[in-house]
């Protein structure tokens, strides 16, 4: 998926792209058969989320520059309200996942991790039955000494 | 180690395996030398659970098709009471690890986390001087786009 | 980086070293961008402390027999009043750290995770505007059957 991010004073403003990938963590009780959800289930309800921006350009409404020449194009792109930081991208995912997730009455948590690299990550967590006030963002990112 | 979850839908009622990682996680005050646990210590209390399941089917005794056949032959084969998803197998190794490291006094909390391949997990962590209801079952699974 | 510890019964009280890796993780209310912290500003804060340790051996005080040999060399030594296990490391870096990170308002907790091996790995954690008393130190390892 490619992003940038206009504001950005290094090299993040330039039109750029990662494979990013996510982690999506669903808390509860196990049911009967011991699953707090069939990762085939699980699967079925997060890929039709990660078919939308595969290969795509994810495009912040107020990037008047690239909004304005992707809609002259056929080339894939969606278009979001906030600024594409992988925090935004996971807070994005935690809401709309949240949704997803709420009629299945034993889950009652949610996690979601999302790495533009090996070294870089945010991530959004909290109770899905609860006021959204308590989800939490983190950054994380690994360094290496030798 | 080898399983099958005979109530399943999908692929996975057939007998089946994976390399599972288990990640055992000892939460607590570090003592005069700066350990909460030492690792050798560690792997002398968790390798025991490890060699006993290592290379062999891990059967649900209701599972009668297979604890039948593998009662009849010289296979190595653990019995026992729950479905063999991940979730329980965490579950089982939560509370019989809780117990092995409860004399240690410093030691207040327990994760475990086992991984049926690398992009699917199921976690369960609490505290292990308070009441099991306190412990907490995740599941999770890594996406990737690109 | 290099250390050893004294007080070790196994091979750990000889002189080795790892390839240490940390995660560094800041959690907090993003700003108007859309950020916890810039990747780029989180490196630049945790670089230096990196720096000082690289190629380093990392030298207790009390380790009279190492000390005394280093400080006739030239050789890189960064000494510590503390036993160098990755609990005691983790919980160093945590500390200074949290004094770094505590002038960006909106970052309100802190986790520091240390790695010696792929498999051994100490973390803490903490809220970084309240007492150090909530911090929680963690060893965990990584087991594998097949």
Avoid at 123 to 140: K, M, Q, Y
Wanted: proline letters at 4%.
């Amino acid at each position: 998926m490619a992003h940038r991010l206009p504001f950005h004073e290094g090299g993040c403003k330039n039109i750029h792209g990662h494979s990013y990938q996510m982690t999506v963590e669903v808390a509860g009780e196990p049911d009967a058969n011991g699953m707090v959800l069939d990762y085939f289930d699980l699967v079925s309800i997060v890929e039709p989320f990660i078919k939308e921006i595969d290969h795509a350009f994810l495009c912040d409404n107020s990037d008047k520059l690239i909004r304005d020449f992707l809609k002259g194009t056929s080339l894939k792109v969606v278009f979001v309200d906030f600024p594409t930081t992988a925090e935004n991208i996971a807070q994005w995912f935690f809401e709309r996942l949240a949704d997803n997730f709420m009629p299945i009455k034993n889950i009652s948590g949610l996690r979601i991790i999302v790495s533009e690299t090996e070294r870089t990550t945010a991530e959004v967590s909290g109770e899905i039955r609860v006021s959204p006030v308590d989800t939490r963002l983190f950054a994380h990112q690994s360094h290496q000494t030798s």
